[in-house]
């Protein structure tokens, strides 16, 4: 077996929040553990959405709280001709189709189809309209507007998830032909990040497990480019109080407002006693925490965390 290699992967659209901390933090122990390394990766692909600026603070804020890696920052925005590489190949295999629906097209059929077939966990799943379009068809069509690029999906893929056990997904049903490349000529999450995890050795992906759908598309990437796909580890999410997945929105639980309260040393802590790896919240560096740490320690429900989560306790109590 060679050497795990894990990475964290953020968006630089803002300040990180607690949910990103603790992927982080697991990410990095994982790797540690083991005695690999990580690689950091800047997804900014969006120009709209990210900044550079958000980048550098997302290192330093990794700093401060000593998750140190090993290689990079690598950032998705100069990694184009690469992505455009990876698509051509794909074009070659045959698999790739120009899709016109509009934006609105698609949320109108989105709203739609609460009882459609072609429904999944609450999830649309493109219909295909496009998929059948004759040449003149397209070429009229690309006369008014910019197609996005979408991949021709077949088949099933199975895995086994490091924390939530085996899986099993009937694509063109549970998932349909997903984007490749927007119609602005973004390059979309799922063949950046399979791409970029495929050329970086990456062994070990540990992420939220609001991103568990997306490994079957990325496996079925992952056999048509020819790449090694890493092990995949989903963990459980952070929610608010109302059930929302915790967000760049929640102020209160961003890390500006959180190292007003506490230390890096206890934001740590609470993030490890939320894992599950001690059992009482208490100041601690990551690299103490490395002996010790277990994936099975970690919850597979997900964790509720509400805004006044640590009002309840102070400095001279729990921590």
Known sequence: MGEVVGRFAPTPSGRMHLGNLFSCLLVWLSARS????????????????????????????????????????????????????????????????????????????????????????????????CRKLTEEQVTRLEGSRSPALRLLVSGWEEFTDGHYGPQRCHLPSQCGDFILRRSDGVFAYQLAVTADDGAMGITEVARGR????????????????????????????????????????????????????????????????????????????????VEDFDWEKTPREDIVVGADFFREFTHDSAI
């Open 210 to 289: 609001d991103l568990l759908g997306s490994t079957p598309r990325q496996l079925y990437l992952y056999r048509l480019l020819g790449l090694t796909p890493p092990r995949f580890i989903h963990l459980p999410l952070l929610l608010a109080e109302d059930g929302r997945r915790l967000s760049k929105r929640d102020g209160d639980l961003g890390l500006d407002g959180l190292l007003e309260r506490f230390s890096p040393e206890e934001l740590v802590g609470w993030l490890a006693y939320l894992a599950g790896q001690i059992d009482r919240p208490e100041a601690v560096r990551p690299g103490e925490l």
């Open 34 to 129: 083991q005695g690999g390394k990580i690689i950091l990766r800047m997804e900014n692909l969006d120009p709209q959405r990210t900044s550079r600026a958000y980048g550098e603070q997302l290192m330093a804020d990794l700093r401060l709280l000593g998750l140190t890696w090993d290689e990079g920052p690598y950032w998705q925005s100069e990694r184009g001709g690469y992505y455009q590489q990876c698509l051509d190949r794909l074009h070659q295999l045959g698999v790739v189709y120009k899709c016109f629906c509009s934006r609105a097209e698609l949320h109108a059929a989105e709203a739609n189809a609460a009882n459609a077939p072609h429904v999944s966990d609450g999830e649309y799943i493109y219909s295909g309209k």
